[in-house]
């Protein structure tokens, strides 16, 4: 079994930064993806950003140039920096990983991200 615990959601003005952080504890198996995803009220979940093992990444257009994904391997832990935030990213934004041998993925209890105007 996989816990994923994410930190660093709350309230910022637009055009503030935050950063998320999400610890994976559990049977942690390499190669895997980390990565962000979120959904806003009304909305689909979507991709916001993921990092493989070997650090190749995919974020979507609408954060291109303003957010970055890291990865720690050894700590099995994924961040997500969030700069020059808007009100549209208002989400709650779930942790996500998936594993590539054996295809499983797990998902975090989600933080709120609320971007005033």
């Known amino acids: 079994q996989v816990q994923l615990v994410e930190s660093g959601g709350g309230l910022v003005q637009a055009g503030g930064s935050l950063r998320l952080s999400c610890a994976a504890s559990g049977s942690i198996f390499s190669p895997n993806v980390m990565g962000w995803y979120r959904q806003a009220p009304g909305k689909q979940r979507e991709l916001v950003a993921r990092?493989?093992?070997?650090?190749?990444?995919n974020y979507a257009d609408s954060v291109k140039g303003r957010f970055t994904i890291s990865r720690d391997n050894p700590k099995n832990t994924v961040y997500l920096q969030m700069n020059s935030l808007k009100p549209e990213d208002t989400a709650v934004y779930y942790c996500?990983?998936?594993?590539?041998?054996?295809?499983?993925?797990?998902w975090g209890q989600g933080t709120q991200v609320t971007v005033s105007s």
């Open positions: 990092m493989a093992t070997g650090g190749n990444t």
């Open positions: 996500n990983i998936l594993f590539i041998v054996e295809p499983r993925e797990y």
